[in-house]
């Protein structure tokens, strides 16, 4: 087979923790499977996860009683019903098992000491005994929005440990992975998807990959707000961006954007919720501790969106510390001791010795809300099957699976990837196993050639254009500074004013660098456009979202309103199109009807129709957009709540 154009049975773009544990999935089944991956595995962005992955186990005393139902009922609160409830319970229901099986691939889990124990809740030290039949098991920290102690921990480097073992799993299977290589356009053709074109950004070639099965597994898209996320650099969103060209493929809830409330001030780099799960405070210029005023009952443990709210109106209200860099707060662990932030939060400690000079024990933590996490993605159904396009999956951040809804309880991401990778790597298998590979081998080198076409078309461009990275410090200032934790809709449309200029200066931008083998200008000049498309997609959906419903938080429509916006965003771009098209589907069916959360404000528009009337009506409304149910997958575990846009 030409270099130019391998074939394989699955192909797995992106080597974080979803599209490996995806990958193995699929490899254990007995098919070929090729990761393609920016960076190598061991260096994607799942090893920045710090804080713990949400699994209800109930090892310790303050876990017990947890189970999968109380998880679920967690996380459908934390998604301010926003998300799909059937997911949701899949998700809640698995993660036990996922956690178990890292442990036996190598996951050194922190472990129940049996005894008498000292920990600090809600700024008072504790001594707890915890079971001596207990000690051993995994251990759990307190996370905010949930009702038990559940996050499951590796000290704070849970991400890095999880991605070792998952990688050293991929290496023992013998996956074959293609790293520093760059997936830049899907190959498809009436409905069904064939792999993707890649460039290696080594050499700056392209070549074609066809596949019976292709599965997106890129991250988040948070660098379309520039310097403010704590997002790796990598994570520019060109998963969604592949899927959105094909014109059919749609993405959901992209308005949806989480903001941590703990990033290193100014540098951004995450300072873990698990900080504030192990009793660390949050204080203002004066040295107070507003959450205990802002939230009585949760306090700094309140959901993500709920806490970075308090801490921007602190800030704006004048209690932020000022400096150069704009204000910040005061994260404060000092009380936690020497011995704890060495060897639980150690991470931690070195993140403030090596980027800010700090030491924790003894320095408050300056810190500031920036955006971490991305709700929406892919639009797929509950096997991870991408709307409108067989063939095609996602899973992880990339994804829009859509058990998140509008805000995400820290902890479930880092679950969500193994979790995910579990279920969509098991469909992808039963859905190569009775598939062939039936492509003409003209479409994919027509895709290849389009892609070079891009290439040798910046590198021709002459004048004195825009630089573009110019245009991305751009987009990244009017996403922070108008799509960010509180919107109006004079900022928003302001904001879908800019980006569409941005838009158009991109199309004249011209390259300093004219190289065209490794060229890292031209492989981010390459990105642009999507990711301007990436930001037009997320002020658009924010714009016409006239509610406040989690992160996504409207000034001018601050009630969550469950009698018009019970419902999914769905985004398409068609080709040639110049503007995104927006519709509508509902949450899916409800189990745990929309009422208050335990934490931030408690008004909202309530549902107009009883909760068996909604979902009686769901099918029918769903018909209305045109969906239909569907279970095209063998073995598949879900029939009636199974969503795909009819092309």
């Known amino acids: 087979m030409s270099s130019e154009l391998i074939s394989t049975d699955v192909l797995v773009i992106g080597g974080g923790l979803a599209g490996e544990r995806c990958a193995i999935e699929a490899a254990a089944a007995g098919h070929d499977v090729l990761i393609l991956s920016l960076v190598p595995p061991r260096r994607s962005h799942s090893c920045a996860a710090q804080g713990g992955m949400q699994a209800a186990l109930g090892n310790c005393v303050k876990a017990e009683g947890d189970n999968p ?45 049996g005894g008498k124990n000292s920990y600090v809740i809600k700024g008072e030290r504790v001594e707890i005994e915890e079971s001596i039949e207990n000690d051993g098991l995994i251990m759990h920290r307190d996370f905010g929005g949930t009702a038990k102690w559940r996050a499951c921990y590796a000290a704070a480097a849970t991400g890095h440990a999880a991605l070792y073992a998952v990688d050293s799993e991929v290496v023992r299977l013998g996956i074959t992975v293609r790293d520093r290589a760059e997936a830049v356009e899907l190959i498809h053709e009436g409905g069904r998807c064939w792999g993707a074109v890649a460039r290696c950004l080594r050499t700056g070639k392209h070549f074609a990959v066809v596949a019976k099965a292709t599965v997106i597994a890129t991250g988040g898209y ?14 520019e969103g060109m998963g969604a961006v592949i899927a959105m060209n094909t014109g059919v493929v749609p993405l959901g809830n992209m308005e949806a954007i989480q903001f941590h409330p703990t990033a290193l001030a100014p540098s951004n780099i995450l300072v873990t919720e698990g900080c504030r799960g192990d009793g660390a405070y949050l204080l203002d210029k004066d040295l107070h501790r507003f959450m205990v005023d802002a939230e ?7 959901s993500r969106d709920v806490v970075s709210r308090h801490m921007k109106q602190r800030m704006r209200d004048g209690k932020g510390v000022d400096t150069p860099y704009g204000p910040h707060l005061w994260l404060d662990l000092r009380h936690l001791g020497e011995q704890h932030l060495t060897t639980k939060l150690r991470e931690v400690w070195e993140i403030c010795r090596d980027f800010a000079g700090l030491n924790p024990v ?13 709700m929406g993605g892919v639009r797929v159904n509950k096997d991870g099957q991408a709307y409108n396009m067989a ?7 990339a994804a829009c699976w859509d058990m998140h809804g509008f805000n995400r309880l820290g902890g479930n991401s880092l679950a969500e990837t193994v979790v995910a990778g579990r279920i969509v790597g098991r469909r992808v298998a039963e859905f190569v196993a009775t598939s062939s590979l039936d492509v003409q081998t003209g479409l994919a080198f027509a895709a290849k050639a389009s892609a070079e076409q891009r290439a040798i078309a910046w590198l021709g461009r002459s004048g004195a254009g825009p630089s573009v990275y110019a245009i991305r410090n751009a987009m990244g200032e009017t996403m922070m500074g108008k799509v960010g934790i509180f919107r109006t809709g004079g900022e928003l449309e302001e904001a879908v004013a800019e980006i569409s200029a941005l838009l158009a200066d991109c199309d004249k931008a011209v390259l300093r660098s004219k190289a065209p083998g490794m060229n890292p200008e031209l492989s981010f000049a390459l990105r642009l456009k999507g990711m301007l498309r990436l930001a037009l997609v ?56 929309p009422g208050h959360r335990g934490y931030g404000s408690d008004e909202r528009i309530e549902m107009t129709e009883s909760l068996e009337q909604y979902n009686d009506g769901v099918y029918e409304r769903q018909a209305k957009h045109g969906r239909l149910a569907t279970a095209e997958l063998p073995g598949s575990r879900l029939r009636r709540g199974d969503w795909k846009e009819l092309v």
């Not at 698995?94 to 889990?109: F, K, M, N």
């Not at 948070?222 to 994570?235: C, D, H, L, P, V």
């Not at 009585?296 to 309140?302: D, G, N, R, S, T």
């Not at 063939?391 to 951040?397: H, N, P, S, T």
């Open 222 to 235: 948070g660098r379309i707000y520039g310097q403010y996320t704590t997002n790796a650099t990598i994570n």
């Open 296 to 302: 009585p009952a949760k306090q700094e443990l309140a």
């Open 69 to 113: 139902t109380v998880h679920f009922l967690d996380t459908v609160r934390g998604s301010d019903w926003g998300a799909d409830q059937e997911v949701a319970q899949i998700f809640t229901e698995e993660a036990p098992i996922a956690v178990r099986e890292l442990a036996h691939l190598g996951v050194p889990w922190t472990r129940v000491r």
């Open 391 to 397: 063939g095609l999956f996602a899973a992880g951040e």
């Open 362 to 374: 003894n320095d408050l933590i300056p810190v500031q809300p920036t955006q971490h996490y991305s």
């Open 538 to 593: 997320t002020a658009k959906g924010a714009l016409l979202r006239t509610e406040s419903r989690g992160a996504h938080y409207r000034s001018d429509y601050p009630l969550r309103n469950d009698a018009e916006w019970l419902s999914r965003t769905l985004a398409r771009w068609p080709a040639d199109a110049a503007e995104p098209e927006f519709s509508y589907e509902p949450v899916g069916e409800i189990d745990l009807p």
